[in-house]
């Protein structure tokens, strides 16, 4: 199944990943992970990421902490992060991967942030 992987350096790259999911992620992330909600993507979308990226002190990821802070007081995100999206299943919800169609409109969504990202601030407000 596609995903979404955001790097430390700005980079995004698709992944495919294979079942079982949850060992897969843990190979992606390099360890335990979390799956959050990031206030700056809209439902079905979730953003997983190392569960324990600050303690291990991993480079921050500029893009995952914007998306998930958008405009509130959380600790930032440390590590790669996992764009993957939820669906209603017989037991609750699952995580499932991404259609080439929203592969194409999150990429370039990420990409719009991480230019603006570089740019400074009056270039951005003009």
Do not use: W
């Not at 350096?9 to 190979?27: R, V």
């Not at 002190?57 to 600790?75: D, F, H, K, S, V």
């Amino acid at each position: 199944m596609k995903a979404l992987k955001i790097g430390t350096n700005n980079g995004i790259s698709i992944i495919d990943l294979q079942e079982p999911l949850h060992k897969t992620l843990q190979e992606e992330l390099g360890g335990y992970f979390e799956i959050v909600m990031p206030k700056g993507l809209i439902h079905p979308y979730v953003m997983i990421v190392d569960d324990e990226g600050l303690l291990k002190e991993l480079p921050l990821n500029p893009i995952g902490t914007y998306l998930y802070r958008a405009g509130r007081r959380l600790p930032p995100i440390a590590g790669d992060a996992i764009i993957m999206a939820l669906q209603e299943g017989p037991d609750g919800m699952d995580v499932v991967g991404l259609s080439d169609k929203e592969v194409v409109a999150l990429k370039k969504m990420f990409r719009s942030i991480a230019m603006a990202m570089k740019k400074p601030l009056s270039a951005v407000t003009e």
